[in-house]
Nanobody, 120 residues
Framework: QVQLVESGGGSVQAGDSLRLSCATS????????MGWFRQVPGKEREFVGL??????SQIYADSVKGRFTISKGMSTFYLQMSNLRPEDTAVYYC???????????????WGQGTQVTVAS
C-alpha cells in the first residue's frame, strides 16, 4: 500500500517562502497522480496542484498559480510555496490517486497533513 507523510509546515510571515515535503513509501504506480490539497476549518478541501508521478504536465489552482511549484525527487515530492499570503493558511495534504483530476474525492491515499500558518 502507498503511504504518504507530509512535513515542512510551520508559521511564517506574509511574503515568506516555505517548502513542504511528502515522503512516499510502498508501491506508488508510475501512472498515478500526486496532488496537493489544503483545508481550513469549516471549508471544503481545496485543490492546490498536481503532478504526474512519472513527471510531465502539472495543474495549479488559480489562487496559487505563479507562487507554488510542485516537484518530485526519487520518492519524495514537494510543494514549494513562495510569496505566501494569510489566505494560504491551512492544513496541507499530499495525496496519490489513479486519475488526473483536481477532485479530492478521486484520490485514494492521503498523508496526515501539515499545518501552514501565514501571519500578515
Amino acid at each position: 500500500q502507498v503511504q504518504l507523510v507530509e512535513s515542512g509546515g510551520g508559521s511564517v510571515q506574509a511574503g515568506d517562502s516555505l517548502r513542504l515535503s511528502c515522503a512516499t513509501s510502498g508501491r506508488v504506480l508510475s501512472s498515478s497522480i500526486m496532488g496537493w490539497f489544503r483545508q481550513v476549518p469549516g471549508k471544503e478541501r481545496e485543490f492546490v496542484g498536481l503532478i504526474r508521478w512519472r513527471g510531465g504536465s502539472q495543474i495549479y489552482a488559480d489562487s496559487v498559480k505563479g507562487r507554488f511549484t510542485i516537484s518530485k525527487g526519487m520518492s519524495t515530492f514537494y510543494l514549494q510555496m513562495s510569496n505566501l499570503r494569510p489566505e494560504d493558511t491551512a492544513v496541507y495534504y499530499c495525496a496519490n490517486g489513479p486519475q488526473y483530476t483536481t477532485s479530492h474525492s478521486a484520490y485514494t491515499h492521503w498523508g496526515q497533513g501539515t499545518q501552514v500558518t501565514v501571519a500578515s
